[in-house]
């Protein structure tokens, strides 16, 4: 269980930084940092450059992305910026607009 | 709607004991702070701040608020406040009811619509109101 839930009527502008997971249902303007994983469930708009050791996104990620381990865009996501991570998967169905690198 | 304990539902937002958030928080659903807050928050649904939390921030507003951690800023809330054992709060506080229970720390100004009873000045008024206080 995640322990930071940010849920769906909630909205942060600003940063929001953690030693564990969070999952976003709601909306997050500013940053997001996780020392571990980072999931952006469907419904869901972040406006955020985000850093973790892995990233999932099923709803709207507007920002740059750095993962440690991995970023999986499953369908139905939308995302717009770059994105750094060891290894990356795209879903089919997954918007996507931006540049990667798993050269890390 | 009045229970000052919050519900747990599946879509309860909750700031984990290791997260801080720095920036604005605001919504509609219940929020469950176990870590940092600093900045506003404004929710139409109830607050929690958990013992070990802490809220620093201008003005907080909610629906039932239950306080076990810090509190440091000015608290308007359209329902009842509990400032649970452990408690710290420092800020003036603005409720529907307020309890505050036995070893909370509390700061500030209470606003509070409550009657008085007689020996504590309520009967210099001319003739004491019928309705009980609310809440205790």
């Given amino acids: 269980m995640a322990s930071t839930v940010i849920g769906a009527g909630i909205t942060i502008e600003g940063d929001i930084t953690t030693d564990d997971d969070i999952v976003v249902q709601g ?26 050791s892995s990233l999932t996104v099923a709803g709207a990620l507007t920002g740059n992305v750095n993962a440690n381990d991995r ?3 499953q369908s139905g996501s939308r995302v717009i910026g770059n994105v750094k991570a060891a290894r990356v998967t795209i879903a089919d169905g997954a918007q996507f607009k931006g540049n990667v690198d798993m050269d890390v | 709607m009045a229970a000052v304990r ?32 600093e900045g506003d928050v404004a929710l139409r649904g109830n607050l929690t701040i958990a013992a070990g939390a802490s809220v ?12 076990a951690g810090s509190l440091e800023g000015e608290l308007n809330a359209s329902g009842p406040v509990r400032l649970a054992a452990g408690a710290r709060v420092r800020g003036n506080l603005r409720g ?22 007689p020996e504590l000045g309520g009967a210099a008024r001319a003739e004491p109101r019928p309705r009980a206080s609310s809440r205790r």
Avoid: Y
């Fill in chain 1, 71 to 73: 970023v999986d865009l």
């Fill in chain 2, 6 to 37: 919050t519900t747990t539902r599946n879509e309860e937002a909750r700031i984990g004991s290791g997260a801080r958030v720095h920036g604005r928080i605001h919504g509609d659903g219940d929020l469950v702070v176990e870590g940092q807050v």
């Fill in chain 1, 27 to 52: 909306t997050v303007r500013g940053k997001v940092t996780a020392k571990e994983g980072v999931t952006i469930e469907h419904g869901a708009s972040v406006e955020a450059d985000v850093t973790g």
């Fill in chain 2, 56 to 67: 620093s921030s201008e003005v907080v507003e909610a629906h039932a608020v239950t306080i």
């Fill in chain 2, 96 to 117: 529907s009811a307020v309890a505050i229970e036995d070893g909370a720390r509390f700061t500030g100004r209470l606003d509070c619509e409550f009657d008085l009873p």
